[in-house]
């Protein structure tokens, strides 16, 4: 794991998040930079049980159409991105969705840092890295 600031958190995403982000052009930083202002409070929902709504602009647009995501959070130590989807193409998440979320946070955020690493390395998740262009986002 790469030195960073004593504020900031480890980030990761799930293959599934992955595919998604790729076909929405969310940059890798602009998941930093989300996880980050989670980190110091700023997010849009606390949906409870580790689980937090965050909105994320799409390039060139706003934050309010922009995707919306859904973290696996704790503050001062991980953020694993594990949904995301459109408000065009869904209001919100289920509440039979949003149990699974929950269920998910518990096994999640109980693993230690060698544990989350084994499933980096196994490619489970995949972990998300401050890029350059972190700043302009």
């Given at each position: 794991m790469s030195s960073s600031?004593?504020?900031?958190?480890?980030?990761y995403?799930?293959?599934p998040?992955?595919?998604?982000?790729?076909k929405a052009r969310?940059?890798?930083?602009?998941?930093?930079k989300a996880a980050?202002?989670?980190?110091?409070?700023?997010?849009?929902a606390d949906l409870g049980g580790g689980v937090i709504k965050q909105r994320i602009a799409r390039p060139g647009e706003g934050k309010s159409g922009g995707s919306r995501t859904i973290i696996l959070f704790r503050k001062g130590?991980?953020?694993v991105y594990v949904f995301g989807f459109e408000k065009k193409d869904m209001a919100n998440i289920s509440a039979s969705d949003l149990l699974s979320f929950r269920e998910f946070a518990?096994?999640?955020l109980g693993y230690s840092a060698v544990e989350m690493e084994e499933l980096v390395k196994k490619g489970t998740i995949l972990q998300v890295e401050a890029g350059e262009d972190e700043?302009?986002?």
């Open positions: 600031p004593p504020d900031s958190i480890s980030v995403k799930n293959k998040f992955a595919r998604f982000a790729r969310i940059s890798d930083a602009a998941l930093w980050s202002l989670a980190n110091h409070g700023i997010f849009d130590d991980r953020a518990e096994v999640y700043q302009d986002d």
